[in-house]
């Protein structure tokens, strides 16, 4: 309940602390004449900060941070994390969620891993192992959200772009060097390529085929062969439309192959946006304006230029401070135009046009130095919005709360000043907006607040430098900026700067929480303007401000907030609805819930609408549900059962910029983790003292029950079992087929391919009938492929079957949609029949060509739980439940090594030589680490994160040091 407070000349409205303040302060009267207030006013002034309050409450929003051990990973590896998940409001810990949920998806935007997690007061950690089962070589991207966070967008959920590598003998390094040019007046590319061995030994006079691609589109193919020194020189002309062009090389002989990006940085190309303080240029009015240059790669350009007038007068000069960005000050006048013309890298002039001048409007200029204690606030309007005697709401928004509102009108003066305290809003962005009584905006910019008011973290090592394999111990001190000590919770990561290189301006979990989730699109180098801020960093900031979009809401959305559709987990549960063949909900059903491992049966009854839930699960790694609708005769009847799933969003998008392979211009620590990484792989779990021996597989063979392979169960090239279904979980068939069967593609089948219904006795096509216009189907490698469900041939399912011949196109679309309509839990087993010993079994096909038989055909036969046949429905009354389990973590491996150790061990290869995700510290602020050094010499770098949970940030970053 918010207490009422003294109402002197301002009107106040307590709220929970954001952060350094307890109160909302409301100017609604103030004793000027330029500051002044009615009762209609007012009651709208207080109906929207008051709206703010209660969506605060309502409908919280949710900000969420995942600390990784290191920024880049090998095939094999564990990738080690910590979640913190806040009310975006306050940074306590989130009252809404206990489950989160993290995608990776590849670079293609697929999703090819999901994880589901518990969180407890806001936190979770765990780990993800990096098999190559699931992945390749590659740059992929981890996203995390909430089931509530969907409510409001994507540009809430936490983002993180990173790369897979993977070092082998086939490696190849390769160093490059592109510049552009003209050639017979086309642009074109000239690329030099070093190629060298994982010893720097120079690739020379080997062939190599080398295709040139622009996103997925072949642009060109050539064979060509390295120097006596390694290197290729390559030219091609830029398409029209370039967006991600690559250079793939290869040696299929030898297994070799490297994929190159193309970074183009042409000047002329750099793009610049001007974008005036407030929004707008207004005739007669001065303005701030900021600007913003983007090379191709996405990075800023630094440049300078000057503003010119309609004459070519120059206005003034102008050069960006930091990463691309700057501002400068001008008078705008009437039906003036404005040019940019900016000296571009290479001594290049291009112009760019300002934003057209308004001659009427509001202009809006804050001055937030970093010394000051107050922001000061410049309002200036044109002559008519002065003369109208109009009022308009100044609105100070912070974390998605109103902190400060004021009602003003300009009483024929041309301009505002207002001086606002800093304490009145917390540490981090804060949002100004002029808008009408009605709720428009006119004009709007940010400011960042800094109260200095981070944790401060200390830690303290018990000797000045360590030796190898030496115990380290940390005493951990945190405090708050008063020095007063901090109980909270954090997480730790040390890793060798041998093998792992850490950037010191990446995002962190201050940066995130106060900074970056509070703006759009790709922010470079968030860490610049946290690390020993100064006067050029604050302006820098600014600018930041200045030019990049914010995320937030429609003001009119807080009087009329969205409806809610994606509702907060707070436990693992089942829940569902029962209907009958009318789709009418069926009220007082028993509904039975069995697992075999853990071993569960549960019980309940469904509602007036129907519904049903199960709650209060044991830990389950691989949960298999079977649910079962039964009368009160505990029999099964013809209702039906819908669980209710949670499915992710469709896509995933990027985040951040692209990142070079890792052999792709390798510096020394990038070569180091690749090399011991693989060197770490061939040793996992080799005992010391031993010998590696070659590997030796002993298979099993598979049986899948009720199947009508025609060969007999598990007579097949490949058999996928139900554990495989098992853990395919909600994978399409196509998925499967895409995942699991080597060399499952789509091909040309020809234009003499025709399919014809399995009709005996054989039906012939007249020589001259014409039925494919296009040619795509599945092969397994070379052969097409006939799919049999149940023993039944899926095309029977087509509609396109219905006729007696029908076109390619038709019948690969049905049977893509097929593929895709139904899911592993959906069947008991996959087999596929590829060799002539066992495809021969499925003669006569529905593919007839002169020449072709059953032997030139692969078949993949299907054995569905139903027993069907391929119309899959489940059994009326019953339904078979696959969740996402919930992921419990690992614990860290930290080796132990005695004083004075004779003892051979096996190298200590580690690149995270220690992972700590759970570090509390008690009352005095106080908790203790320990853990030992690894082999060789080195230098560690210990990144430590974390909160009180209670609105209060810490990141600390140091450095140790081992020797021989």
Not at 93 to 107: E, G, H, P, Q, R
Not at 191 to 217: C, H, I, R, W
Not at 490 to 500: C, E, G, H, K, P
Not at 783 to 805: A, M, N
């Amino acid at each position: 309940m918010r207490p009422t407070l003294p109402q002197p000349k301002s009107v106040y409205l307590s709220a929970r602390c954001l952060g350094c303040i307890s109160l909302i302060s409301i100017v609604l009267a103030y004793n000027s004449k330029t500051f002044a207030q009615s009762a209609g006013f007012k009651s709208q002034l207080l109906k929207l900060t008051t709206a703010t309050l209660n969506l605060s409450d309502t409908q919280p929003r949710e900000k969420l941070y995942l600390q990784f051990d290191k920024p880049y990973y090998a095939v094999g590896d564990t990738i080690w994390f910590k979640t913190y998940l806040f009310n975006a409001a306050y940074l306590t810990a989130t009252d809404k969620s206990n489950i989160m949920y993290i995608d990776i998806a590849n670079d293609t935007n697929k999703v090819i891993k999901q994880y589901k997690l518990p969180v407890q007061h806001g936190l979770s950690w765990g780990n993800i192992s990096l098999d190559e089962k699931d992945f390749a070589p590659g740059t992929y991207v981890i996203r995390a959200y909430t089931n509530w966070m969907r409510n409001f967008g994507e540009d809430y959920f936490f983002y993180k772009r990173f790369y897979v590598g993977s070092a082998d003998e086939n490696n190849l390094l390769v160093t490059t060097r592109f510049s552009t040019a003209a050639i017979n007046g086309t642009p074109s590319v000239s690329a030099k390529l070093l190629f060298s061995s994982m010893d720097k030994v120079p690739y020379a006079v080997e062939p190599l085929t080398l295709q040139v691609m622009n996103g997925n589109k072949h642009l060109y193919k050539q064979k060509l062969q390295t120097g006596v020194d390694g290197v290729l020189d390559v030219n091609f002309p830029i398409p029209p439309k370039s967006s991600n062009l690559t250079i793939v090389v290869e040696n299929a002989q030898k297994n070799k192959k490297a994929v190159i990006p193309v970074v183009l940085n042409r000047p002329e190309n750099t793009d610049m946006q001007f974008l005036p303080e407030g929004g707008s240029l207004v005739a007669g009015l001065p303005a701030r304006v900021g600007f913003k240059a983007i090379n191709e790669d996405g990075k800023g350009a630094d440049i300078l230029g000057i503003i010119t007038d309609h004459n070519q007068q120059k206005v003034i000069e102008f050069k960006s401070l930091h990463n691309g960005m700057g501002s400068f000050d001008m008078t705008v006048k009437e039906g003036e135009t404005y040019t940019a013309k900016v000296a571009l890298p290479g001594g290049k002039i291009k112009e760019y046009p300002l934003p057209a001048v308004k001659n009427t409007g509001m202009a809006l200029k804050i001055r937030n130095t970093l010394e000051g204690d107050s922001i000061e606030v410049f309002v200036t309007a044109t002559n008519n919005i002065i003369q109208s005697g109009g009022s308009y709401f100044l609105i100070g928004k912070a974390r998605g709360i109103v902190c400060y509102a004021a009602i003003f009108n300009f009483h024929d003066v041309n301009y505002i000043k207002k001086k606002i305290a800093k304490n009145l809003f917390p540490s981090g962005i804060t949002h100004f907006t002029i808008m009408t009584p009605g709720y428009q905006p006119l004009n709007e910019r940010l400011v960042y607040i800094d109260h200095h008011d981070n944790l401060k973290i200390q830690m303290i090592t018990d000797e000045p430098d360590y030796h190898s394999r030496d115990s380290v111990a940390l005493k951990i001190k945190v405090t708050d900026n008063t020095g007063k000590p901090v109980a909270g919770n954090f997480s730790l990561a040390v890793t060798d700067d041998t093998q792992v290189k850490t950037d010191t301006l990446k995002e962190n979990l201050v940066s995130r929480m106060l900074l970056t989730s509070d703006l759009k699109g790709y922010i470079e180098e968030p860490g610049y303007y946290f690390s020993s801020i100064n006067k050029d960093k604050w302006t820098a900031l600014d600018n930041l401000l200045l030019t990049q979009g914010w995320v937030g809401y429609d003001w009119r959305q807080v009087l009329k907030p969205p409806a809610i559709t994606y509702w907060p987990e707070h436990e693992f549960t089942v829940k569902g609805r029962v209907t009958n063949v009318f789709n009418k909900p069926v009220k007082g059903t028993d509904i039975l819930l069995f697992s075999k491992s853990p071993s569960i049966l549960m019980d309940t009854v469904t509602d007036k609408e129907g519904r049903f839930l199960f709650h209060q699960f044991p830990r389950a790694d691989t949960p298999l549900f079977v649910l079962k609708a039964v009368n009160k005769n505990g029999k099964s009847f013809n209702v039906g059962i819908a669980v209710d799933e949670i499915k992710p969003p469709d896509l995933i998008k990027p985040a951040g910029l692209l990142t070079d392979p890792w052999y792709v211009n390798s510096d020394t620590t990038l070569l180091n983790y690749a090399k011991r990484s693989a060197a770490a792989k061939q040793l996992a779990n080799f005992p010391a003292g031993g010998h590696i021996l070659n590997e030796v597989k002993i298979r099993a063979k598979k049986i899948i029950k009720d199947s009508k392979n025609l060969n007999g169960p598990g007579n097949a090239d490949l058999v996928l079992d139900e554990k495989d279904m098992e853990a395919a979980g909600k994978k399409t068939w196509l998925q499967l087929f895409e995942e699991k069967i080597k060399g499952f593609r789509v091909g040309d089948v020809g234009k003499e391919w025709l399919m014809i219904q399995d009709i005996k006795p054989p039906i012939y096509i007249n020589p001259g009938t014409v039925v494919a216009r296009t040619h795509e189907w599945y092969f397994v490698n070379n052969k097409p492929v006939k799919f049999f469900v149940d023993g039944l041939s899926v095309t029977e399912l087509c509609p396109t079957s219905l006729q007696l011949v029908f076109t390619y196109s038709e019948a690969f679309n049905d049977i893509t949609n097929y593929l895709n309509a139904s899911s592993a839990e959906d069947i008991k087993g996959i087999e596929l029949n590829f060799s002539t010993k066992y495809s021969s079994a499925y003669i006569p096909v529905e593919f007839v060509l002169e020449n072709i038989t059953g032997n030139d055909v692969a078949s993949i036969e299907i054995t569905t739980r139903s027993g069907h046949g391929p119309i899959i429905r489940n059994t009326p009354g019953m339904y078979l439940y696959k969740p996402l389990p919930l992921s419990w973590p690992k614990q860290f491996y930290k080796p132990k090594y005695k004083v004075k150790d004779t003892e051979k061990h096996l190298p200590d290869l580690r690149s995270t030589v220690d992972w700590e995700s759970n570090i509390v510290t008690d009352a005095n602020g106080e908790a203790k680490v320990w853990f030992y050094a690894a082999d060789k010499p080195s230098t560690y770098t210990l990144i430590m994160e974390g909160t009180d949970m209670n609105g209060s940030l810490g990141y600390k970053r140091q450095k140790i040091t081992v020797s021989k």
